[in-house]
């Protein structure tokens, strides 16, 4: 139904790998930055959580010129970086899924924050009663029963990744093949005459991932809610 | 067996306990907010004293003075919560297993079938925890607690969730378990009757302070 030319797949391609790839990146991180901010008190807490929340608020092409800044390859950190470990990131594919991954933590942190927040810390204090060690309470307890919280974050990380826009394009450009994803494509085609019919495939396309993830991180989000009553 | 001797304040709440038991099975009595289950948390090390001693089976647990403070999880206690506080995420059988994973432990199937055969809870394994009754669950949070071979077990109210049909249904597990299973055990509850046929030796708690302390005798 949808006849994609080899330019749209390879957008589409694109987007995928940015955003998986920044999905799974931020994970871990996003499990733990959400573990501390439902269990733990400490200086600073606020100050981090609106951190965290920063990108959200901003505007895109703020974020995405600070990062050219810091990870530019005359940039304090992606100098450094390039000289050392030989990772570049301003041009690059892997530049895009940098930001997608930082327009898009603050989606990932929330589901998996307040999923941890709603387990019943008692379940935690009985585990440590019959012998488990804090590690061991994390992973047999808090994990799994946030776990549906978790996945609807990732979800919703990686919907929101698969459509970044103004941070990508700032801080890679907007290079066929290497970082021009799905959205960089459309902002490409609707500047071009006769380009509206691609235009229109990619939106459609959009807005199949975006729903998709919708539905899904809300499935997710129920099945939490059946699990914590231990159906 | 076990011997305390803590001062802890909460709030505006303070609390002051002492006494050495040797008993089978100490009933720890008292009115709601007399300190009931703040002393035992104490004894299961999830809060920590201000000062003083918790002794258990000759190891020092607490010492304010020392500046020991064993954690929850090298207690080696089985704690029965009043709203038994099964794993939901696990069916009865994993739950009843827990514990002896956490530490290591063996497996000893001779003890896990006496203690499911003295519960009674061999037809409920496969099922979740939202599917059992509230007698149902406590029967089988008792059961992880044993199963997880301490050396002393905590009951806090466990009978208190319950309506008096349900209590006269696991009371003579109770019994059992009390004759049978050999562990001994912190009963707390503000039932006299209950403690009545329960409870070896009674711990009388009021308003933060141990008013009495002896046989049963003492609950009259």
């Known amino acids: ?231 | 067996m076990l011997r305390v001797d803590i001062e802890k304040q909460l709030g505006e709440f303070s609390l002051t306990a002492s006494f050495a038991s040797e008993g089978r099975v100490i009933g720890l009595f008292g009115a709601s907010g007399a300190g009931k289950t703040s002393l035992v948390n104490m004894i299961a090390g999830l809060l920590r004293p201000d000062r003083g001693t918790i002794v258990i089976d000759g190891e020092t647990v607490d010492d304010s003075v020392a500046g020991i403070h064993v954690p929850t999880w090298r207690r080696r206690i089985g704690y029965v919560f009043q709203d038994a506080r099964l794993f939901p995420h696990l069916n009865v059988a994993q739950n009843l297993d827990y514990g002896r994973r956490m530490n290591r432990l063996a497996p000893d199937p001779a003890q896990h079938k006496r203690v499911i055969e003295l519960l009674d809870i061999g037809a409920l394994q496969g099922r979740r925890p939202g599917k059992l009754s509230g007698g149902e669950r406590q029967r089988v949070a008792l059961g992880r607690a044993l199963l997880s071979r301490p050396r002393l077990l905590l009951l806090d109210e466990p009978l208190g969730a319950l309506d008096e049909g349900r209590k006269m249904e696991i009371l003579p597990y109770l019994v059992r378990l009390r004759d049978e299973a050999n562990v001994p055990m912190v009963y707390v509850s503000h039932d006299a009757a209950e403690l009545r046929q329960l409870a070896t030796q009674i711990v009388m708690l009021k308003q933060g302070r141990v008013t009495s302390f002896g046989g049963v005798k003492v609950l009259t």
């Open chain 1, 1 to 231: 139904m949808l006849d994609l030319s080899p330019a749209e797949w390879t957008a589409i391609l694109l987007s995928l790998r940015v955003a998986i790839i920044a999905t799974l990146v931020a994970t871990p991180f996003g499990i733990a930055l959400a573990w501390l901010l439902a269990r733990r008190d400490f200086w600073g807490k606020s100050v981090l959580d609106a951190l965290v929340h920063l990108p959200l608020v901003l505007p895109p092409v703020v974020t995405g010129y600070l990062l050219l800044l810091t990870f530019g390859r005359r940039g304090l950190v992606g100098g450094f970086l390039a000289d050392t470990l030989g990772i570049v990131f301003a041009f690059r594919w892997t530049g895009a899924a940098l930001a997608c991954g930082l327009m898009s933590f603050p989606l990932l942190v929330r589901p998996m924050r307040l999923s941890i927040e709603a387990i019943d810390r008692r379940l935690e204090q009985a585990a440590e009663t019959l012998g488990a060690t804090p590690w061991k309470v994390f992973f047999t307890v808090t994990l799994p029963l946030a776990l549906p919280g978790v996945l609807a974050g990732m979800v919703l990380g990686f919907a929101k990744a698969i459509g970044e826009f103004g941070a990508t394009i700032t801080f890679v450009s907007n290079i066929p093949g290497e970082t021009q994803t799905i959205s960089s494509a459309i902002y490409s085609l609707i500047q071009t005459p006769d380009g509206d019919a691609a235009a229109g495939r990619l939106v459609i396309v959009s807005i199949v991932l975006a729903l998709g993830a919708l539905i899904a991180a809300e499935w997710f989000a129920r099945r939490a809610t059946a699990r914590l009553h231990g159906n």
